[in-house]
């Protein structure tokens, strides 16, 4: 069943500016996490170097100043700027709707999340690669199916079965939803559980629509 939603109802559902989840799920990226580590340390230490020169000598020292403290500041605000992103890529479909169905099917997979070379005891070469297992939902409804939910499996994910009730956000690009553009997170109301890759929904917000939309 999808239940067309109006764009203040998306923009409710999905904020602009991150929240504290989306906060989190965008600072635990061990790749972004050191590349952001790399570019506040670097770039601070380097443009207040140059302030230093340049501060009574020329006007641009306060300036490379202030550029110093924001590169030093990058690591709390580069994941509101991710998080941004992310929620900016799913807010500008133009047909949002409120979904529920059941899970379909669901299967897990191997995923490489990360690979790396490494020298092993002979001095010699070897990629090495951090798998982790992922849980897959297919997702229907009674028009059939509607799409694939993917992200890694955790303990509390084994209490999914087939044939349990789902609720999230689906976004398209056409007005009869004939083509599924994204997938938001999901909540499954038996086991009481969010789903998703990444918590694109603001919660508490969804619950009550599906509370007023879905009785």
Sequence with gaps: MLIPLNPDQLSRLIPAVAT???????????????????????????????????????????????????????????????????????RRYPSAALFEGVVGDLFTREVVEDRREQSDQSGRLEMVENRRTWLCLDLEDEDGYIGRLRFPMEKAHQAIRRGMVVRLVVLSDRRDFSRVGALSDAWLPQPKLWVGEYPYLLRSAFEELCLRRLR
């Design 20 to 90: 504290g989840p989306q906060f989190n799920a965008c600072s635990r990226e061990p790749r972004q996490l050191l590349q952001r580590v790399l570019i506040s340390t670097i770039g601070a230490v380097i443009a207040l170097l140059i302030s230093q020169t340049l501060l009574f000598s020329s006007a641009f020292g306060p300036v490379f100043l202030v550029i110093g403290v924001v590169l030093g500041l990058y690591l709390l605000w580069g994941p509101i700027l991710e998080a941004g992103r992310r929620n900016a890529v799913l």
